[in-house]
C-alpha cells in the first residue's frame, strides 16, 4: 500500500520569506501523481500544484514550486515570498495513474500547519 | 474549475437518529466521487469510493451498514451516517473526477467545502 509521509507538524515563517515543506511517499508504481493541496481554517480544500511522476521538470505554480526527487521518492512544496494568506494546513497526497485502471484514489499525509508571521 | 457543493454545511443530531448529506457537481457530471472523514487536526481518510449506477466500494475498516452510500444519478452522492453516536463526530467532506475534462487525464479531484457532523 502506498503511504505519505510528512515529517513537520508544524512550520513558521515570516512575511515575504521562502519556505520549504517536506513529503515522502512509498510506492511500488511507475506511474503515478502527487499533490499539493492547501486547508485554510475554512476547511475547503484547494489544490495548489500538481506533479505527473513521468515528468522530470518541476512543477511551478506563481509562488509556489516543487522539488520531485523520484529515486529518492520525495515531493517538497516551496512557497516563496510568503502571504499572510498562505497561513493554512498543507497535506501532500499521492494518486495512482488512471490509465493503470484503479480508482485513483487520493492518499494524504498527515499534514503540515504552515505560520506566517510578519 | 468544476464546483462541488455539499449540504448541509453543518447538522446537529442526537445519538441514534440517521442524518443524511449531500454532494452534488454542479457544472460537470461526475461518475466518480469519494467520501473522506477528517477528525480536528487529522488528514483526510477516504471512506469510499461512489460510482454512479454501482455499489460503492468502502475501505477497510469503514461499516457499510453505518456509512449508507447512494451515487444514483451523474451529479449527486449521498452519505447517509445510520445510527449516529457520538463518535461518528466528524468533518465529512467529499469529492469528484470531472471525466470529460482534463482534470480526468491529470486526475485531479475537486472537493466540496465539507459537512460537519455533531452527534449529541
Known amino acids: 500500500a502506498q503511504t505519505v509521509t510528512q515529517s513537520q507538524p508544524e512550520m513558521s515563517v515570516q512575511e515575504a520569506e521562502t519556505v520549504t515543506l517536506s513529503c515522502t511517499y512509498d510506492t511500488s508504481e511507475s506511474d503515478y501523481y502527487l499533490f499539493w493541496y492547501k486547508q485554510p481554517p475554512s476547511r475547503q480544500m484547494i489544490l495548489v500544484i500538481r506533479?505527473?511522476?513521468?515528468?522530470?521538470q518541476n512543477a511551478t505554480e506563481n509562488r509556489f514550486s516543487v522539488n520531485f526527487q523520484k529515486a529518492a521518492k520525495s515531493f517538497s512544496l516551496k512557497i516563496s515570498d510568503s502571504q499572510l494568506g498562505d497561513a493554512a494546513m498543507y497535506f501532500c497526497?499521492?494518486?495512482?495513474?488512471?490509465?493503470?485502471?484503479?480508482?485513483?484514489?487520493?492518499?494524504f499525509g498527515t499534514g503540515t500547519r504552515l505560520q506566517v508571521t510578519l | 474549475g468544476a464546483v462541488v457543493s455539499q449540504h448541509p454545511s453543518w447538522v446537529i443530531c442526537k445519538s441514534g437518529t440517521s442524518v443524511k448529506i449531500e454532494c452534488r457537481s454542479l457544472d460537470f457530471q461526475a461518475t466518480t466521487m469519494f467520501w473522506y472523514r477528517q477528525f480536528p487536526k487529522q488528514s483526510l481518510m477516504l471512506m469510499a469510493t461512489?460510482?454512479?449506477?454501482?455499489?460503492?466500494?468502502?475501505e477497510q475498516g469503514v461499516e457499510k451498514d453505518k456509512f449508507l452510500i447512494n451515487h444514483a444519478s451523474l451529479t449527486l452522492s449521498t452519505l447517509t451516517v445510520t445510527s449516529a453516536h457520538p463518535e461518528d463526530s466528524s468533518f465529512y467532506i467529499c469529492s469528484a473526477r470531472d471525466p470529460l475534462e482534463l482534470a480526468e487525464a491529470y486526475n485531479e479531484q475537486f472537493f466540496g467545502p465539507g459537512t460537519r457532523l455533531t452527534v449529541l
Open positions: 497526497a499521492y494518486s495512482p495513474s488512471p490509465f493503470t485502471g484503479t480508482a485513483s484514489k487520493l492518499t
Open positions: 506533479q505527473e511522476a513521468y515528468k522530470q
Open positions: 461512489s460510482n454512479e449506477g454501482s455499489k460503492a466500494t468502502y
